[in-house]
């Protein structure tokens, strides 16, 4: 179903590739599958949001939704590479120009990452009026534990190149940033990981909103904190953990892979 050929060592890592046209076909049909997921879990609005991935080859490029398709419509086929400079290289629609202001800085800054996603999700665009961090509460919320940070500067639609840098310096090294005002950004050294901890994230925001309604939270010690963070909090972890939404979603929605 997937018409790929790749190898991997065992089912907790991540596959490997012996052509770029092999890898570039996972990479768009895993971008493809993030984005239904998202439209299942109800992260989009409107024709706002965007989950970006560096092609293997041109690593100045990077696929992208194209501007004003549904989340829950997209296949593979559909997805445009961008360069750079903005401009759309393969593919007959449009970009986004948040996403490309936002998205191609911080594949700028950041090599070790290859894909980016933002939306407009409810609980997360709810928790970013806060301006603060997520506190560990649960185990799910320790992935983030000391691993993400806020852009505490919102000054409206992220248009501009230089807004993209701030982020992009902001998010620095961590996996994920909390736009003032506007939402969540997570990213990975895989779509599935940058796609799972937006979802994760999503949901911490969800259970913090919803205990800080309840009462006051007692919060993992530090010491607790840091020893699930360095289990559901790795790179390998993220990726692992998309997997049983990528089988769900390709059999429930296996067009997406067109």
Not at 83 to 107: C, K, L, M, T
Not at 238 to 243: M, V
Request: charged residues 25%; negative net charge.
């Amino acid at each position: 179903m997937q018409n790929q050929k790749s190898k991997s060592k065992s089912i907790f890592t991540p596959p490997t590739f012996e052509t770029v046209e092999e890898e570039r076909q996972h990479l768009k049909q895993r971008l493809a599958a993030a984005f239904r997921l998202f439209s299942r879990f109800g992260f989009d609005e409107g024709v706002a949001g965007h989950i970006t991935a560096r092609d293997p080859e041109r690593k100045d490029h990077f696929w992208v939704n194209p501007f004003g398709m549904h989340f829950g419509q997209i296949k593979a086929s559909d997805l445009i590479l961008v360069n750079h400079e903005g401009e759309v290289v393969e593919g007959d629609r449009p970009v986004n120009r948040a996403a490309f202001a936002i998205h191609s800085q911080i594949h700028a800054a950041r090599p070790d990452v290859i894909a980016a996603a933002h939306t407009h999700s409810v609980y997360g665009k709810t928790w970013s009026t806060l301006g603060r961090t997520l506190d560990p509460i649960t185990q799910d919320a320790c992935a983030f534990y000391q691993d993400h940070s806020v852009f505490d500067d919102y000054s409206g639609v992220v248009l501009e190149i230089e807004e993209g840098k701030r982020i992009a310096k902001a998010l620095g090294e961590r996996k994920a940033c909390i736009l003032l005002n506007h939402g969540l950004l997570t990213v990975g050294k895989t779509v599935d990981e940058a796609a799972w901890w937006f979802i994760t994230m999503e949901r911490s925001c969800q259970a913090q909103l919803m205990a800080e309604a309840a009462g006051t939270p007692r919060l993992i010690s530090d010491e607790g904190a840091k020893a699930a963070a360095s289990e559901v909090g790795t790179s390998r972890a993220g990726w692992f953990q998309f997997q049983p939404l990528w089988d769900r979603i390709v059999k429930e929605q296996p067009d997406l892979l067109d």
